[in-house]
């Protein structure tokens, strides 16, 4: 892969990450199903652990197996019954993109997650910032998503 290539591989999973989180804050279920690949991997097992900044403890500890989801359909019907009845902002910046291959690349995104009970609900309210840390495969209809994990640096809950 030559540099012109590197980089359009770069912008391309740019732009990919960018329609996961507008998909996802939009609704756009039939726009998010295009950005995972068939045998994606969602891991939550830390997206409720917040390190410790001087002990470096996490609280709480991580989660088990049961926070990880295989496969697309899996991926994608925790997304939806996670966020559907809610109204969620998600910000991510400065993507640390690394093509590990002409077919694979990995990547760590700093972000942002506000996420609230729509009006007229009882309040709920979470603000959070963090690490997407992924990985990516070229398929022939472009790039996807293929494993995906959340960590925390600060979690705020109402």
């Known amino acids: 892969m030559d540099n012109v290539e590197r980089l359009l591989?770069?912008?391309e999973i740019r732009q990919l990450k960018a329609r996961y989180w507008r998909c996802?804050?939009?609704k756009d279920w039939d726009g998010l199903a295009q950005v995972f690949a068939p045998d994606a991997v969602f891991d939550?097992?830390?997206v409720n652990s917040v390190r410790h900044p001087?002990?470096?403890?996490?609280t709480p500890p991580y989660g088990d197996e049961s926070a990880v989801y295989r496969g697309h359909a899996?991926?994608?019907k925790m997304i939806r019954d996670s966020v559907a009845r809610l109204v969620t902002v998600h910000h991510g910046h400065m993507g640390e993109i690394e093509i590990t291959s002409e077919t694979t690349a990995r990547a760590i995104w700093a972000m942002e997650d506000l996420i609230h009970n729509v009006p007229g609900e009882s309040r709920m309210f979470m603000h959070g910032f963090g690490h997407y840390?992924?990985?990516y495969v070229r398929l022939d209809r472009g790039w996807a998503i293929q494993t995906t994990r959340i960590t925390r640096l600060y979690l705020e809950r109402d």
Request: hydrophobic share 45%.
């Open 44 to 46: 939550l097992s830390q």
């Open 74 to 76: 899996a991926v994608l």
């Open 54 to 58: 001087l002990t470096g403890e996490w």
């Open 133 to 135: 840390h992924d990985t």
């Open 24 to 26: 996802m804050d939009t």
């Open 9 to 11: 591989a770069i912008e």
